[in-house]
Structure formats: C-alpha cells, structure tokens
T-cell receptor, first 116, second 111 residues
Framework: DTGVSQDPRHKITKRGQNVTFRCDPI?????LYWYRQTLGQGPEFLTY????????KSRLLSDRFSAERPKGSFSTLEIQRTEQGDSAMYLC??????????????FGQGTRLTVV | KQEVTQIPAALSVPEGENLVLNCSFT??????LQWFRQDPGKGLTSLLL?????REQTSGRLNASLDKSSGRSTLYIAASQPGDSATYLC??????????FGAGTRLFVKA
C-alpha cells in the first residue's frame, strides 16, 4: 500500500488520558499536514511540516497538542489531558513540493478519537 | 481570511440524474482547488485537482470548473449512481500550502 497510513484507526480514551496518533506519509512526499474534522464539518487545519520542520500551527492547536516529525518521515500527534471536546476524526495528509499549483494533497483514512 | 461555502448542504436525487454541486470562496488568491469524496467514517479521496491557471478538469463522469474571478467552482456529476452517495468536499490550497475546506455537500442517490 503506497498511500498515507494512519494508526490507530479508532481510539477510545478516558478524559484526562494522553493519546498519540501516528501518520506515515507517501514515501516521496516531504510535506505533511494534520487536520481535525468534527461531525458535519469539513476538516480544519492543525499543523504542517516540511521535512522535519514544523512550519505552521493553527490556533486550534492548544498547548495540550504537540506534533513531531523526526527525520522528516512519519509524524506523531499527541494530545495530553484529553477533553471530551477533543473527540473528532484526526486526518493526516501529505504532498510533494513541486510548484504550489501542482500540490495535490493525499489523505489517510483518519484516526477516530472518542473521549469518554 | 479565506472562507469556503458549499451549497447545497445536502442533496437527494434519483439514480440517473445529472447534478451540480457548488463551491464559493472569498479570496481568489489560490494555488489550486480540489474536490474530495468522503464516505461515512472514512478518510478523503481526491477526485479532481484544478490548478489556479486552469478552468476545468474532467475524470469519467465528473467535471469540475473553476472561475477565480467570481470565486466559484462547480462539480458536475453525470448519470448519478447509488455508489456516488457520499459527502463531497471542496478545498482550496492557499499560501503556505495550507488547504481550507468547505463543510461539504451530503449526496444521496436513490436507486
């Protein structure tokens, strides 16, 4: 499978616990993005990496959220002290550099987080 | 601030009907526009990508157009099938390669 891979697909956690999600982008893609999607809404941008550098973070990414991309390959998104409002689908996408107009984002299947 | 609006929010049509989904945006300074399909509880599948310099793209029964001057894009689906039932999302890539999404149109095609 050469697409974007996310793990786990589903996660149920108790409020206050920490969770970590993983994303493996398409191998030749150097840009990686995290989005959050709540029911009935489109995905909202969280953060973006170019190689290992985190270049942009949304105001949605509170201090309880942290994302890393060591060595510019896979990425992890950690949520500390989870709250019920964190329940959502977390989507990862990757793209190639090229020219901006050619940038086509490829998405993974997402991680569905439920905080109880 | 770029805002993306999709109309209608939901649509139900009989099988075989041709249909048009609409997407409007407020800032014409975009790099490209993508249409995605999302099945319930699943990730996004890219359908069509229109570069900023292009007017339309076609793939099979799908045709997407882009008019930057009016801030509009349409996705045309010909001869709709029950398997086309899904949520269709319009997304713009802006400076910084960030993608901004609309809320989507939920399509139901009745057999």
């Amino acid at each position: 499978d050469t697409g974007v891979s996310q793990d786990p697909r589903h996660k149920i956690t108790k409020r206050g616990q920490n969770v970590t999600f993983r994303c493996d982008p398409i191998s030749e893609h150097n840009r990686l993005y995290w989005y959050r999607q709540t029911l009935g809404q489109g995905p909202e941008f969280l953060t973006y990496f170019q190689n290992e550098a985190q270049l942009e973070k949304s105001r949605l990414l509170s201090d309880r959220f942290s994302a890393e991309r060591p060595k510019g390959s896979f990425s992890t998104l950690e949520i500390q002290r989870t709250e019920q409002g964190d329940s959502a689908m977390y989507l990862c996408a990757s793209s190639t550099p090229d020219r901006p107009g050619d940038t086509e984002a490829f998405f993974g299947q997402g991680t569905r987080l439920t905080v109880v | 601030k770029q805002e993306v609006t999709q109309i209608p929010a939901a649509l139900s049509v009989p099988e075989g009907e041709n249909l048009v989904l609409n997407c409007s945006f407020t800032d014409s300074a975009i790099y490209n526009l993508q249409w995605f399909r999302q099945d319930p509880g699943k990730g996004l599948t890219s359908l069509l990508l229109i570069q900023s310099s292009q007017r339309e793209q076609t793939s099979g029964r799908l045709n997407a157009s882009l008019d930057k001057s009016s801030g509009r894009s349409t996705l045309y689906i010909a001869a709709s099938q029950p398997g086309d039932s899904a949520t269709y999302l319009c997304a713009l890539t802006t400076g910084g390669f960030k993608t901004i999404f609309g809320a989507g149109t939920r399509l139901f095609v009745k057999a």
